[in-house]
């Protein structure tokens, strides 16, 4: 069965009677999330041109079809992407708007390595196949299906909403910048591409995490040179091996432990249906983050490593320009994440030290992210959030969680908006392949994404 029709069936369809049914928008966002997985939103590159803005059109088609006036949507062309801004006024001008926030890029994918094609929707098994499935297609379908919804039913928000979507979060985060410029006096964003529910192998819902910061992300670069020569004249100042030793000193540092509100909270509630052992380390860390047998047994298996701590690992390494001759240079790519409160300047400086040689040049790296503080914990969105998860899994606890980044929630978070990541997704572990090959979402994701997001918004917006 094609789950692809021509714009003007789907905007048939997204025009309903006003008395839209749950099924009638599970259609129409599983419609809109198939369409937009044919768009090309990746940077221009071998395999073709970005197609952003022509998804961007797509959606504003789509808003006015249902009832928007063309006027409250803006598509603003930014290099070969855009960015896109959807205004719905609320009924009390005193109260100031909330941002619904996602990003219509994607990872790139070349088709070779898939058992799909990446940019044709396949629905099959109960998934639909391709990339952006989940990240973060998957959330702006799910929004805009709900935001139709809403729409055709008369339902008026009392607090102005606006829907931003970015056009590079995976890459540049230039239109981020600037839709965080451009809406740095609403109240808050909820972003969709964050946070998120968990469930087991046999699809029971476990936990749900309500992101409220996220690390840093950081790329430097270690740049070893030296003047070369013969190789049959080995020097000790060979880039190659100074590189090395500098990596094996890396590669053994630890960097200190350290909790916020955030990760207190995220081990306060996960320890609640934790196993025990790790349960009592959760509460032993919580009551003091710097107990070393509870970081030893929380960190044994790499899983809470990235929550307690910054880490830096080299990433990409490069040297050398003949097999018979000396290297002249020799360079390593260090990715960082960085916890919340804490400069990329500063871990540029540690990182110097660490290497524990002058001789290797380390530098930050102009990725578009930025540092930004965690957001704090407000009552108003932990209790719709708590609304939105319980109207379909009733005993699923609510975690507070830090990402390992980066999102476009940091570029509002550094302006001192408040920023959640409010996603409605829930998935088992062995289903999540964003970024990587075959990414699919399982079918139920629709229309439980579509009670979340409609309890959410009413109760963030009334």
């Known amino acids: 069965m094609s789950f692809l029709k021509s714009t003007a069936c789907a905007a048939a369809l997204l025009l309903a009677a006003p008395a839209v049914s749950h099924a009638q928008s599970a259609?129409?966002?599983?419609?809109?999330?198939?369409?937009?997985?044919?768009?090309r939103t990746v940077k221009t590159g071998e395999f073709g041109p970005n197609q952003?803005?022509?998804?961007?059109?797509?959606?504003?088609?789509?808003?006015?079809?249902?009832?928007?006036?063309?006027?409250?949507?803006?598509?603003?062309?930014?290099?070969?992407?855009?960015a896109f801004t959807a205004t719905w006024q609320g009924s009390d001008p005193s109260l100031k708007p909330i941002a619904i926030l996602g990003h219509m890029d994607v990872v790139e994918a070349d088709p070779a390595d898939w058992e799909r094609d990446p940019f044709t929707p396949v629905v099959e098994n109960g998934y639909i196949f391709g990339r952006g499935s989940v990240d973060n297609k998957a959330g702006i379908s799910i929004i805009m299906a709900t935001i139709i919804k809403l729409k055709q039913?008369?339902?008026?928000?009392?607090?102005?909403?606006?829907?931003?979507?970015?056009?590079?979060e995976e890459t540049?985060?230039?239109?981020?910048?600037?839709?965080?410029?451009?809406?740095?006096?609403?109240?808050?964003?909820l972003n969709g591409d964050g946070g998120g529910g968990s469930l087991d192998s046999n699809h029971n819902p476990t936990v749900y995490s309500l992101q409220g910061s996220e690390k840093t992300y950081a790329d430097y670069t270690l740049t070893v040179t030296d003047a070369g020569g013969h190789s049959s004249r080995p020097t000790p100042g060979n880039p190659i091996y100074r590189l090395t030793a500098g990596?094996?000193?890396?590669?053994?540092?630890?960097?200190?432990?350290s909790l916020d509100?955030?990760?207190?909270?995220?081990?306060?509630?996960?320890?609640?249906?934790?196993?025990?052992?790790?349960?009592?380390?959760?509460?032993?860390?919580?009551?003091?983050?710097?107990?070393?047998?509870?970081?030893?047994?929380?960190?044994?298996?790499?899983?809470?490593?990235?929550?307690?701590?910054?880490?830096?690992?080299a990433t990409m390494i490069k040297g050398g320009h003949a097999a018979n001759a000396l290297p002249q240079q020799a360079q390593a790519t260090v990715n960082c994440r960085i916890l919340p409160g804490v400069s990329m300047e500063a871990i540029r400086d540690q990182l110097q030290d660490i290497v524990g040689d002058p001789t290797i040049k380390v530098e930050l790296l102009d990725t578009g992210t930025i540092a930004a503080p965690s957001s704090p914990l407000r009552d108003d969105v932990v209790e719709a959030v708590t609304a939105a998860v319980h109207a379909t899994y009733p005993d699923?606890?609510?975690?507070?969680?830090?990402?390992?980044?980066?999102?476009?929630?940091?570029?509002?978070?550094?302006?001192?908006?408040?920023?959640?990541?409010?996603?409605?997704?829930?998935?088992?572990?062995?289903?999540?392949?964003s970024h990587g090959l075959n990414e699919r979402l399982p079918l139920h994701?629709?229309?439980?994404?579509?009670?979340?997001?409609?309890t959410l918004l009413k109760a963030m917006a009334d």
């Open 261 to 313: 509100d955030i990760t207190r909270g995220y081990f306060t509630a996960a320890a609640q249906t934790a196993k025990p052992e790790i349960a009592d380390a959760m509460r032993a860390l919580v009551a003091n983050d710097q107990d070393q047998a509870a970081i030893a047994t929380l960190t044994a298996d790499g899983g809470f490593t990235g929550t307690i701590r910054t880490t830096c690992t």
């Open 172 to 189: 540049g985060m230039a239109t981020t910048r600037h839709l965080a410029q451009k809406h740095k006096d609403i109240e808050l964003v």
């Open 153 to 168: 039913e008369g339902w008026q928000p009392k607090r102005t909403l606006i829907l931003a979507f970015s056009g590079d």
């Open 52 to 82: 952003t803005p022509q998804y961007a059109n797509f959606l504003k088609d789509q808003l006015v079809a249902a009832g928007f006036p063309a006027s409250a949507i803006e598509i603003e062309p930014i290099g070969d992407t855009a």
């Open 247 to 257: 990596l094996q000193r890396l590669n053994a540092y630890q960097f200190p432990v």
């Open 396 to 433: 699923v606890q609510i975690v507070p969680s830090m990402s390992a980044g980066a999102t476009d929630s940091m570029h509002f978070r550094a302006l001192g908006i408040p920023s959640y990541g409010v996603g409605s997704v829930f998935m088992r572990r062995e289903d999540s392949f």
């Open 445 to 454: 994701a629709l229309p439980t994404g579509l009670t979340h997001w409609e």
């Open 27 to 39: 259609d129409a966002a599983l419609e809109l999330l198939s369409r937009a997985i044919t768009f």
